[in-house]
């Protein structure tokens, strides 16, 4: 784990999740990446102030697929967002295509 982030993932393992509910939630049942480039002021993001304590600003919630079903979200969050990164996102996307088959696998 990073150093300063600890309070992060404490607020992650704690966190109440909704179901139906939020950004990862949102990738999940589009079966589709969902970009947020504020975190701290997302609604439906729930751990945003513990995220803004880290300085993570924005991040990419990506569907991780086996074949044509979503097994899970990968989350990747970032200091520096920026609103058209074609790189970053091809890269999340491989990322969770990768984990989601492994996860099919199990």
Known sequence: LAP???SYRDASV???TKYWIGLLWGAFLN???VVCLDLASE???RRGAS??????KGGIFVPAMDGKEVVGVVEFLMKKPTPQDPARAVM???VAKCIGEMLGRL
């Open 4 to 6: 300063g982030f600890k």
């Open 14 to 16: 704690s966190a109440e």
């Open 31 to 33: 079966s589709r990446p």
């Open 43 to 45: 609604p439906l993001f």
């Open 51 to 56: 995220a803004a304590a880290c300085g993570l």
């Open 92 to 94: 999340a996307t491989g």
